[in-house]
């Protein structure tokens, strides 16, 4: 995990530079990083994006003690991760005792905080992986089922296109990462659950 290093010690220093108590975080691979409005959006939960590029759900849980060390104030906590792992060759069975871990080590430093899972993304750029996307998501869900704070976002079927394949529309060239149509719809799909993103309480932008 040395490889992630210099992002988290990115992220470390830009906790210690906020001027403001955070409440909620943005934890995961870049989705959230390349994510510009992000805290824009959500200001009104004083947020604070701790994406870091490339990373997979088992970094996000290795590292999770360190990036979370001084943040005290937190009442929730929104995840995307999975599909870096999947696309390393990691079994989804694995992914998810991945995310049990991460989830099992939030409970432990919060709480029952409420905590939100989006579901992996159908991405052009990993077309072969389709597969273990829906079985990985259909296993996230199942999870979120058994706790009464851990909300799953289902964002995949928003991304198809009408032959039930990625539609290129919501992606850059890369095939990959979102781009600002791809970032509304993640917005409207979290706005739809408002227990916990109360439409009044966003942001537009």
Known sequence: MFWYLDDITRLENEID????????????????TLWNEL?????????????????????????????????DTITSIVIYAGDNDLGDGRHPEEVILYLENLIAKI??????????????????????????IRFTNTKIK???????????????????DVDGK????????DG???????????INALKENSKIFPKQTLVKI
């Open 107 to 132: 409970r432990a430093k919060y709480g029952n905080i409420n905590c939100t899972v989006i579901s992996i993304k159908p991405s052009i750029a990993r077309l072969h992986l389709l597969d273990s």
């Open 17 to 32: 530079k906020l001027d403001y108590k955070p409440k909620m975080v943005f934890y995961g691979s870049s989705t959230f």
């Open 142 to 160: 199942e999870l979120a089922s058994k706790d009464d704070n851990l909300y799953f976002v289902d964002i995949y079927n928003k991304f198809l």
């Open 166 to 173: 990625p539609d290129a529309i919501y992606f850059k060239e």
């Open 39 to 71: 805290t824009t959006v959500f200001k009104n939960y004083n947020p604070v994006n701790l994406g870091f590029g490339g990373s997979t759900l088992a970094a996000c849980t290795w590292y999770f003690n360190r990036v979370f060390k001084k943040l």
């Open 176 to 186: 990959l990462h979102f781009n600002d149509l791809g970032y509304e719809l993640i």
